[in-house]
């Protein structure tokens, strides 16, 4: 399964957005959706995971700002963010995993860049 990551762009501090993750076929037997996002000079970093049951884990900087959701029947899953900080900017990816917290094995993809400045 491909995934293509989109939804970014430019935004102000406060703003909101929402990612989404489409993926080239089924993803109801997939266990565990997550989103990455890296920024340059570091490592990547899982921002938010959910698991087929409806289990969810985030970052401790996203937590109560960002909703990851999926909707199987659409193939699709998406992080929605609110309340964006200037250090939420970076290139965000979504992939997939067997575990919340386990490692991805997915390509990677393009991703979407996310950019909060004023």
């Known amino acids: 399964v491909q995934l293509q990551a989109f939804g970014g762009g430019l935004v102000q501090p406060g703003g909101s957005l929402r990612l989404s993750c489409a993926a080239s076929?089924?993803?109801?037997?997939?266990?565990?959706m997550a989103w990455y996002r890296q920024t340059s000079g570091k490592e990547r970093e899982m921002v938010a995971s959910?698991?087929?049951?409806?289990?969810?884990n985030y970052l401790d900087s996203v937590r109560g700002r960002s909703i990851i959701y999926r909707i199987n029947a659409k193939n699709t899953v998406y992080l929605q963010m609110n309340s964006l900080k200037p250090e939420d900017t970076a290139v965000y990816y979504c992939?997939?995993?067997?575990?919340?917290?386990?490692?991805?094995?997915?390509?990677w993809g393009q991703g979407t860049q996310v950019t909060v400045s004023s």
């Open positions: 992939n997939y995993q067997r575990s919340l917290l386990g490692t991805p094995f997915g390509s």
């Open positions: 076929g089924s993803i109801s037997g997939i266990a565990v």
């Open positions: 959910m698991h087929v049951g409806g289990n969810t």
